[in-house]
């Protein structure tokens, strides 16, 4: 066997610091491509259904018109009645989506103390904007209790 020369022992360090090199440039290339991963927006009672606070992560889209407006629904809404993560609402008005009548929806809350993220407690014969995706209720201020400003700030969401 024969033994390495000076110019073995450089081409090797060359062929290892190239390819580390090409493996730091895709990474490097792959985070500007896609950028850092961000949190999606938690319906109501955040990740694992907690209460208040975005469940374990904490982690909220923050609330605005502009945002409201991307939902799937949006509601000015009298909540009849709640069953587990149920909650059934009769739509006064609809702002975004086609809602009328009654409405049942998955509102993931606390056991607890049956809350909306951001503390609004949910009272049946209580009223409420109320809005969200895919048949989820959103929290962080996506639902919150009525009032006559915001319901107009809403229509004009839609």
Known sequence: MATPTRADERRQ???LGFGVAAIAVFFA??????????????????VDGGAAG??????CLAYSVDELAN?????????????????TFTV???F?????????????????DISFEGGTELVPGERYLVSGDD?????????????DSLAAEWASAG
């Open 71 to 87: 939902r799937d629904f949006a509601f000015d809404g009298t909540l009849t009645a709640i069953d587990g993560d149920q909650a």
């Open 135 to 147: 048949g989820i209720v959103w929290g962080c201020g996506f639902t919150q209790p009525y009032s």
């Open 13 to 15: 360090n060359w062929t």
């Open 96 to 112: 975004i989506g086609e809602l009328a009548g009654s409405v049942t929806l998955t509102a993931p809350v606390s056991s607890e």
């Open 29 to 46: 290339w792959a985070l500007l491509v896609r950028g850092p991963a961000s949190p999606a927006p938690q319906p109501v009672g955040g």
């Open 92 to 94: 006064n008005e609809s």
């Open 54 to 59: 975005g469940g374990a992560a904490g982690i």
